[in-house]
């Protein structure tokens, strides 16, 4: 199996040297060639298999230069132990129609672990098969919960180094916290006075910056990415919905996907792709809705005003996944893609074909929430099930109960209500806007007795280990310092 650039570059690569480079020349999304489909027989295996067993099927399709004793041990590093569930993805039946899948089990408490543990491992296996002998530096940009969960996933990892960068005021207390107080040899923090769209436009372009490249090459440094514009971020994403489909057994199963950079739920299109009992995608966002009017009208214009909300992951104008999935349906279509994405930069929008709308519409739904209603979400939810939703997750649970959908449909949980405390308390109960974010923990804790989970237990007496506050304009210089 090999991987193409969704731009175009004519250089095919293998999955190992993809996971290398994260980012091809071209700026395009690596992307493989074509999806693999699971068999009958393994289909009707997945109901008996672990969560494991799952990811050696679906990563053997896609790592193909990768032997299956390597990917095993990828697997049981990322995942022994690791998860406060040995299942990695649970699901919990919400009631007869509706179960939610959390992936909040891992040691960061957001959904991003489930592919950040395992992607140091890929990194480094494919570091070897690809025989490269520099070190690899991860640029991260991050709304919060990918920072922290590289962080975890790379500290001291040999041969490789990590540099986060997070809008200065644009994560939850909570998350910042975890990020500036995260130990480790090889791992750097800088907060960025801007958004996250300017923290993710400066990590592409420091990709693409060839000066810098060559300067970091002769220090014995190669750059890669470790958000889900690497595809071996969002190859681990993939099982949880294959797993989960057919768990469930219900025939087609509506999956609907709290969505921000659109990686995660891309992952169910593939996952759906494949062969897994998947009905419709239900993109659900926030009130940077620019992917649900992207999906009921084809225009994809993000020359709207940045909102910070209550669900700052999913604070994002430029869907970087996006461009996978339109090469995907456009049948590879790299030339579309190019001028498509040119647009985007040179204008601030475009227009998809009507074909290519058409077959969008087929596969994916779309629907937003208001911070409003986002917490109207949370109280709800509490109140009929005793369950404890954030406020991401929220927005889908509002989403899928505004489309008033009767088909079995998994709601893709992604954080633990105790990241976002602030939003999830004040939506279940009044109180003082100045209440210190960790006391509102132990205030949650004791109103709803959903314990807090480890991770986040005691971090406020966490040493702070990063400062480095950094402008837009000297981001490449800062960087080229750091590493
Ligand atoms: C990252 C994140 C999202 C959005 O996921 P995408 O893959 O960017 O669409 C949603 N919820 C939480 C809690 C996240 O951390």
């Known amino acids: ?43 009707s295996n997945i109901p008996n298999m672990s969560y494991k067993q799952v990811a050696n099927l679906v990563f053997s399709k896609f790592l193909t230069d990768f032997t299956n004793e390597q990917i095993d041990n990828c697997i049981n590093n990322a995942y022994d132990n690791t998860f406060d569930n040995d299942e990695v993805a649970p699901l919990y039946k919400l009631n007869e129609l509706t179960q939610i899948l959390e992936l909040w089990h891992g040691p960061t408490c957001a959904f991003k672990d489930v592919a950040l543990q395992i992607l140091p491992h890929f990194l480094t296996t494919a570091i070897d098969i690809t025989n490269e002998k520099n070190d690899i530096a991860i640029i991260v940009a991050t709304s919060g919960d990918t ?24 994560v939850s207390l909570i998350q910042k916290q975890q990020m500036i107080t995260q130990d480790g040899e090889n791992v750097h923090v800088i907060a960025i006075k801007g958004n996250f769209d300017d923290a993710q436009t400066a990590a592409k372009n420091i990709f693409t910056n060839t000066e810098l490249n060559e300067k970091l090459l002769q220090n014995h440094t190669k750059l890669s990415s470790a958000n889900s514009i690497n595809w071996g971020r969002l190859l681990p994403q993939i099982v949880y919905y294959v797993k989960s489909s057919f768990d469930i057994a219900q025939g087609d199963i509506d999956y609907v996907v709290p969505t921000g950079n659109f990686g995660n739920i891309l992952a169910g299109y593939y996952a759906k792709m494949m062969g897994a009992p998947i009905g419709k995608l239900i993109c659900a966002s926030n009130s940077n809705n620019v992917l649900t009017d992207f999906i009921k009208t084809g225009v994809y214009d993000k020359r709207r005003e940045f909102l910070k909300t209550l669900s700052p992951s999913m604070d994002i104008l430029i869907s970087s996944n996006l461009e996978r ?48 209603e986002t917490q109207q979400a949370i109280a709800q939810c509490f109140n009929k099930y005793n369950y404890l939703l954030d406020t991401h997750t929220a927005v889908a649970y509002y989403v899928l109960e505004k489309l008033n959908n009767n088909n079995p449909t998994v709601i893709v949980s992604t954080a633990s209500a105790y990241k976002f405390p602030t939003g999830v308390y004040t939506a279940l109960k009044d109180c003082h806007p100045t209440v210190d974010e960790y006391q509102l923990l132990k205030d949650l804790e004791s109103l709803t007795n959903c314990e807090i989970p480890k991770p986040i237990q005691n971090l406020e007496q966490k040493a702070v280990l990063h400062t480095l506050l950094c402008d837009k304009t000297d981001i490449d210089a800062t960087i080229t310092k750091l590493i």
């Open 325 to 372: 999935l339109l090469y995907e349906i456009s049948g590879h279509d790299s030339t579309l893609i190019n001028s498509l994405m040119t647009e985007l930069d040179t204008n601030g929008y475009y227009e998809l074909p009507a074909t290519l709308k058409e077959k969008m519409q087929q596969l994916f739904v779309a629907e937003c929430a208001s911070d409003i």
């Open 1 to 43: 199996m090999f991987y193409t650039s969704t731009r175009g570059d004519n250089n095919k690569v293998t999955a190992a040297q993809a996971i290398v480079k994260g980012l091809a020349p071209d700026k395009g999304l690596y992307t493989p060639e074509s999806i693999p489909v699971l068999s009958q027989q393994e289909q």
């Open 147 to 170: 920072g922290k969960a590289a962080l975890e996933g790379f500290k001291d990892v040999k041969g490789t180094k990590i540099v986060v960068m997070y809008p200065n005021t644009g």
